[in-house]
């Protein structure tokens, strides 16, 4: 029997509290907004409660995901969460999220592949489920907490990160279900923008957080300002041939939410119709790995979603750089 994994459903969770560009503006004593809405199309985000953190976020996904897969926690027999804001260094996010949940049956690991790893987990659960035949559901989730880790006296990070959450189940099915994706990097970039304090690297010893204060997102060095225009399409192509089809066949493209320029130039790049993406950035910031997976989500519930039969593609780049991008034919009716 074929063994292929099928997306059975989406959910995402953004928390309650909204901050729009003015809030920054005055936190920063800087007027950002017109550049940000004009430039990258981010009119306001989400931000978490003191009392919430990454797991809380990916908990709420989970249900909805879970819930409209008709299943329970302990159907679950794998669960992966990928975000590079966890709740601890040690141990892994995904076995608070286990517990919370209630997902008893569930064996949990995470992935850190930055902003391109939710897309890197969706894959590794597509390969769980067509070689172990013990394996029924999987749950891919991402999250992303990113306001713990701003320094919102830097205009360059703080108008831009936000929190959020995504998921998906997956199942199996005799056809497809998973097509091809393909996986990249250049790690010469590993220096350029990171949370560089908190690990081995610069532990936090007193010295240290003097020095350079506390965890914080930031960039250390420039990247080419086309570097996604110039990548994401080859990694397009590739996996769409790897598949048999042709970047026509593709009914929805979802990308790195980080950048709506960036998206549009993508998309005339590859000579598609703006119409058959979707975008998220602008209610909700950037919220990194799950982005993608919360894009479609929104894309679903707006009824904008794809429908049985159609080709969804997700492309995703983060800090490393890493890139992850998959095809799926979508099988829910």
């Known amino acids: 029997m074929n063994r292929i994994a099928q997306i059975l459903s989406t959910g995402s969770y953004v928390p309650e509290r909204v901050v729009t560009n003015a809030e920054i503006d ?24 003191p009392e919430q953190t990454t797991s809380d976020l990916v908990t709420e996904a989970a249900r909805q995901a879970l819930s409209d897969a008709g299943l329970s926690p302990a159907d679950i027999d794998l669960l992966i969460v990928s975000t590079d804001t966890p709740d601890y260094l040690s141990p892994a996010t995904s076995v608070v999220v286990q517990h919370k949940l209630g997902a008893v049956n569930a064996g949990c690991f995470d992935i850190n592949s930055a902003c391109a790893g939710w897309v890197t987990a969706l894959d590794l659960g597509a390969r769980y489920l067509a070689t172990d035949p013990d394996m029924r559901y999987v749950l891919v989730a991402g999250g992303y907490g990113m306001s ?52 081995a690297f610069r532990p936090c010893t007193p010295e240290n957080l003097a020095q350079y204060g506390p965890p914080a997102v930031k960039f250390v060095r420039k990247f080419p300002k086309t570097f996604n225009l ?7 192509r590739k996996t769409v041939s790897k598949a048999g089809l042709t970047l026509d066949d593709i009914d929805l493209f979802l990308f790195t939410q980080l950048n ?74």
């Open 26 to 49: 005055a936190l920063l004593g800087e007027e950002t907004d017109a550049w940000l809405v004009e430039n990258v199309g981010i009119r306001e985000r989400r931000w978490m409660t």
């Open 148 to 199: 713990r880790f701003l320094d919102l006296k830097d205009k360059y990070t703080a108008n831009l990160f936000a929190d959020g959450a995504g998921a998906v189940v997956l199942g199996v099915g005799k056809e497809p279900g998973f097509l091809a994706s393909t996986l990249a990097a250049q790690g010469a970039y590993h220096d350029g923008l990171g949370i560089y304090c908190g690990g």
């Open 260 to 333: 709506l320029r960036t998206i549009e130039a993508v998309m005339e790049a590859l000579g598609q119709p703006l119409e058959k993406t979707h975008w998220v950035m602008d209610k909700w910031g950037y919220t990194g790995s799950p982005c993608v997976v919360m894009a479609l989500d929104d894309a679903i519930r707006r009824g904008r979603g794809p429908r049985a039969g159609d080709h969804v593609l997700f492309c995703t780049s983060g800090g490393g750089i890493s890139f992850a991008v998959s095809l799926w034919r979508w099988t829910v009716p």
């Open 230 to 236: 110039d990548n994401w399409p080859p990694l397009v």
